[in-house]
């Protein structure tokens, strides 16, 4: 079975732009979890969806925003792109049980010039 | 709040040795516990997982980790490390709320010398 995929791989904008990231979790996954990794730090909590429906939000403003599709599918949205917001955008997917295993994706590079 | 702290944020070995890095946990109470491996420039792959039990959990690759309650410890060891091991290792545990996310710690580097 494919693993957990992203697009783009590598994503090139401009402060004040708008970018959109896409994910594909596991077959039979109803999880998705998005997660920011600026270099050098541990991964840091954006979004989960469950059943096309938000279970959590992390510490991230307004400008974030995501949704999960009727397959599963998720994408995640970020207005107005700030230096700051360079990284790499981590996607992870689960069954849905209480507390399982998150399997990632390779992620997607966000570069803001 | 969770939290998960990694001490040690760059640690080098020479092949063939062995390995522990360390992570120490709060929590609010008996928590899952996650190691992940991520090769530069790739995603996150689980290494091994505790979810109760036997506090001695062995993963893919050779590692394996104990999870000590009194000391709030879940460190990650190789008996023999090779070179293929040089990536960067994260600890991680369940958020509080939205518990299917994860917590992580802020990784510990791993060098290996010839």
């Known amino acids: 079975d494919a693993g957990v995929t992203q697009s783009p791989t590598h994503l090139i904008k401009t402060r004040g732009q708008q970018v959109t990231l896409r994910c594909s979790p596991i077959s039979g996954h109803k999880s998705v979890s998005w997660y920011q990794q600026v270099l050098g730090q541990g991964p840091q909590f954006i979004f989960q969806y469950y059943e096309k429906e938000e279970r959590g939000r992390g510490n991230f403003p307004d400008r974030f925003s995501a949704r999960q599709f009727p397959n599963y599918s998720s994408e995640l949205n970020v207005n107005a792109l700030l230096l700051g917001d360079s990284a790499l955008y981590l996607c992870?997917?689960?069954?849905?049980?209480?507390?399982?295993?998150?399997?990632f994706g390779p992620g997607t590079r966000l570069t803001v010039l | 709040a969770q939290s998960v702290t990694q001490p040690d944020i760059h640690i080098t070995v020479s092949e063939g040795a062995s390995l522990e890095l360390r992570c120490n946990y709060s929590y609010g109470a008996t928590p899952y516990l996650f190691w992940y491996v991520q090769s530069p420039g790739q995603g996150l792959q689980l290494l091994l997982k505790?979810?109760?039990?036997?506090?001695l959990v062995q993963g893919i690759k050779g590692f394996e980790a104990e999870f000590k309650r009194s000391q709030s410890s879940f460190n990650l060891r190789k008996p023999s490390v090779h070179w293929s091991d040089a990536a960067e290792y994260f600890c991680?545990?369940?958020?509080?709320?939205?518990?299917?996310?994860?917590?992580f710690g802020s990784g510990t580097r791993l060098q290996v010398q010839p």
């Open positions: 505790y979810f109760s039990g036997d506090t």
């Open positions: 991680a545990v369940p958020r509080m709320t939205g518990r299917r996310a994860l917590t």
């Open positions: 992870a997917s689960s069954l849905g049980q209480f507390t399982d295993t998150q399997y």
